[in-house]
């Protein structure tokens, strides 16, 4: 099927404390994709886990780390506009 575009949704990803995952392994396994879409975890009671202080700074670390990958790779990258307020990269929803 060449020159079909082929995309990865991770969302909703986990941090460590919802499930433990290498990310850089697994993201390393996707360099066959044209365009990755990353959010993070807004569900049940996870979600709280989610917005915890280390929580995000864990997603500041992976959102770096999937650009980066992106990049190497030629790779694009899509952060859901949720997860770049959460992690303070766009500014609050306005009412």
């Known amino acids: 099927m060449e020159g079909n575009k082929v995309f990865i949704s991770m969302?909703?990803?986990?941090?460590?404390?919802?499930f433990k995952q290498d990310f850089g392994d697994l993201i390393s396994k996707m360099t066959f994709a044209d365009l990755i879409i990353f959010g993070m975890w807004n569900y049940k009671d996870?979600?709280?886990?989610?917005?915890?202080?280390?929580?995000i700074a864990q997603y500041k670390q992976n959102i770096q780390t999937l650009r980066e990958f992106g990049a190497r790779h030629n790779i694009k990258i899509h952060i859901k506009s949720d997860t770049l307020r959460a992690i303070g990269?766009?500014?609050?929803?306005?009412?």
Do not use: C
């Open 11 to 18: 969302e909703p990803s986990p941090v460590d404390g919802i």
């Open 46 to 55: 996870e979600g709280r886990i989610a917005k915890l202080p280390e929580s």
């Open 89 to 95: 990269e766009l500014p609050p929803k306005t009412k």
